[in-house]
């Protein structure tokens, strides 16, 4: 999947997300905070933020989903504690990510990246 997200080919980047996102939203649906199991959320976030300002719409809008996603089964683990940053992205997925401006998405990839971290 790691590479089809970062290929050249738009079609390959197009398809990964899609993929990516189906993967998510099933994760989240069943998951369990019980069962404690290990999630990378960094690895993820590292591998979906760059998607967050391809030259694709599709591509950026479903990458930024998928962020929202990851975050989600983060807060779920944690017990909710990181909702305000959730409810940050996806403000920011409303209102800049959909901008043709790549300077601007770029931007706010970094103030959403400084915000995560």
Partial sequence: MQAWLSSAHTWERVRAIEITKALLLFYL???NPM???MFPVGELLGLLFPRCCD?????REKAMECVITVLD???R???GAHKRCAT???????S?????DQGTVRVSCSAVTQLVS
Avoid at 55 to 59: A, K, Q
Avoid at 88 to 94: D, H, N
Avoid at 96 to 100: A, I, P, Q, R
């Fill in 73 to 75: 089964i983060w807060m």
């Fill in 88 to 94: 940050y992205l996806k403000g920011l997925k409303e």
């Fill in 96 to 100: 800049v990510f959909m901008e043709l």
């Fill in 77 to 79: 683990g944690e017990g």
């Fill in 35 to 37: 069962n404690n199991l």
């Fill in 29 to 31: 649906e069943n998951f």
């Fill in 55 to 59: 030259t694709e719409p599709s591509v």
